[in-house]
């Protein structure tokens, strides 16, 4: 079973960045390409919501609208490793992220379901981004 541990979070002022990074443990490079990865926050008082979501084969990134223009996920596979880069960062960013993976494609495709839940079969345990004006 592949681990996946987060780092990078931190406390930033609006306007501040930050890059999130996610290693993957338990996978190498020749099998990168078969992973879906996202990222995803869980702010207090409510529902975790996908931040972006990124297929390896092909490179195609996904945002939620409340973070486009000013987030960019992307990956570096021979150290196994996901990003998330951060800019002009509000006080709604403030929650708990967290980097998931998915092996396999599913029937449907991935525009449908990147930034749904169940169909990834690892988290990693999160961390703490918390912007402050």
């Known amino acids: 079973q592949i681990q996946l541990v987060e780092s990078g979070g931190g406390s930033v002022q609006v306007g501040g960045s930050l890059r999130l990074s996610c290693v993957v443990s338990?996978?190498?490079?020749s099998t990168w390409s078969t992973h879906y990865f996202a990222w995803f926050r869980q702010a207090p008082g409510k529902?975790?919501?996908?931040?972006?979501?990124?297929?390896?084969?092909?490179?195609?990134?996904y945002y939620a609208a409340s973070v486009k223009g000013r987030f960019t996920i992307s990956e570096n596979n021979r150290q196994n490793t996901l990003f998330l880069e951060m800019n002009s960062l509000k006080s709604e960013d403030t929650a708990m992220y967290y980097c998931?993976?998915?092996?396999?494609?599913?029937?449907?495709?991935?525009?449908?379901?990147?930034?749904?839940?169940?169909?990834?079969?690892?988290w990693g345990q999160g961390t703490q981004v918390t912007v402050s004006s």
């Open positions: 998931a993976a998915r092996e396999g494609a599913l029937p449907t495709s991935f525009t449908r379901w990147w930034s749904t839940s169940p169909p990834y079969q690892n």
């Open positions: 338990g996978t190498k490079w």
């Open positions: 529902e975790r919501e996908a931040v972006a979501g990124l297929s390896t084969g092909d490179s195609v990134q």
